[in-house]
């Protein structure tokens, strides 16, 4: 047992999960602002934007995860030469970051607008009435609520990024799921224990977010 | 009110259509500056969709509506700038719900207005004690009753010194005892000066203080006069079967 313990050690398996976390805070940040761009865009009065945004959904949501990291690492960064750092560990790291913002961003906005939908229309006409123009009504009055209808799923899109940060060993990076893959290569006589090491890993990850998520989702929502 | 005052809304050949459903046809009618507008009329006559056509929540096929002598805009900014200056009061109050009730009345003047806090607040507080909610002004909507709701949105639309005030249906979805002290309000309000379009099911309201009732029923204006002389001599057939009907328990 202390010789796996040790493997642990000598693997940084600690620092695999930190760099899980690392991705999905700032895949989860960028996730964040690309969706509530593009659910504005699907709530705004212009057919054109409306369009835009629900095309993007439909693509990013339906093209694998993995397909859109290896795009990124393989076409966008081999192929056409875009970089997004001069470190060469951190030019990988923030394509992932990409990756995941960029897919996720798909899932944020179809929560917000459920949240959105959780916002009696006469919330946004009274808005209108009272001479607010889209924009500023959506900021005041909408989205505010919305945001607060839709802990729940946002929750559940964050857990799904956490899980899903595990796909940024396509882009070459060294998180845990690549940790573990090293470690059973390496020592095949710990299989199981190995990755009954990192399943607990996740759950111990994602258990308090889902937590926190039905905490919040009640504590918030709006009394009408 | 006097009769030759000139025209702040005016409605012509205005016609809607909802799928199949022809809710507002050929309507010209014109509101008066300080006139008190009585619209009544069965479920589904069109009434409401009329009152929300005249700050565009409803667009219209064709036709004319204009507010003091400006066409209503189809979109865009001139369109937020109409809607400031014209109030509306909604049937189900509509007080955004994040929101206490003091800023649900300063927000307008102070995003759309640019007035500053204090001013806004200052005008707010006045406006809620007018219409008797002032003691509740930190609460949230919903801890007010429907009527206090319905009296802070009054506030909230009065806050933004409309030219017009327009209510749809104001007291259909309160407690029985709770009519009168919106009533109250809206009375007190039309004896200011106000300019009213006021869609309604409260023939007492109509008789106190409107200066001219309009009976629409299947999308048209079927009759108009005085309340006196539409409660007590009706001249078509569609308004004495409605009056009728309503007057008689």
Known sequence: ?224 | MEASAPALVELTDVNKHFGDLHVLRDINLTVRRGEVLVVIGPSGSGKSTLCRAINRLETIDSGTITVDGKPVPAEGKALAHLRADVGMVFQSFNLFAHKTVLDNVTLGPRKVRKAAKKDAEEAARTLLRRVGVEDQARKLPAQLSGGQQQRVAIARALAMQPKVMMFDEPTSALDPEMVQEVLDAMVALAKEGMTMIVVTHEMGFARKAADRVVFMADGQIVEQADPDTFFTAPTSARAKDFLSKILVH
């Not at chain 1, 047992?1 to 600690?14: G, N, P, T």
């Not at chain 1, 709530?43 to 439909?58: D, K, M, Q």
């Not at chain 1, 179809?110 to 209108?128: D, F, K, L």
């Open chain 1, 1 to 224: 047992m202390s010789e796996f313990l040790d493997l642990l050690r000598q693997y940084d398996v600690a620092h695999a999960f930190w760099v899980n976390l690392q991705l999905t805070f700032w895949g989860g940040l960028l996730a964040l602002g690309i969706g509530t761009v593009l659910a504005v865009m699907r709530i705004s009065p212009l057919t054109s934007l409306r369009w835009a945004g629900a095309t993007y959904v439909n693509l990013v949501r339906n093209t694998p995860l993995t397909v859109i990291m290896v795009f990124l690492v393989l076409a966008v960064w081999t192929q056409l030469g875009v970089t997004l750092s001069g470190d060469f560990t951190s030019n990988f790291f923030n394509f992932a970051v990409a990756g995941l913002g960029v897919y996720h961003a798909a899932f944020v906005c179809e929560s917000i607008r459920s949240g959105v939908n959780t916002v009696p229309v006469g919330q946004a006409e009274a808005a209108r009435a009272i001479g607010l123009p889209f924009l500023a009504a959506a900021r005041i009055i909408v989205l505010p609520q919305a945001f607060r209808g839709a802990v729940a799923p946002l929750g559940n899109t964050l857990i799904a990024l956490l899980k899903n940060s595990t796909v940024a060993a396509a882009a070459s990076v060294a998180e845990s799921s690549g940790t573990m893959k090293t470690l059973i290569e390496f020592h095949p006589d710990y299989r199981w224990q190995v990755f009954v090491t990192f399943a607990i890993g996740f759950v111990v990850l994602v258990i308090p977010i889902g937590l926190a998520t039905t905490w919040l989702s009640r504590r918030l929502a709006v009394t009408r």
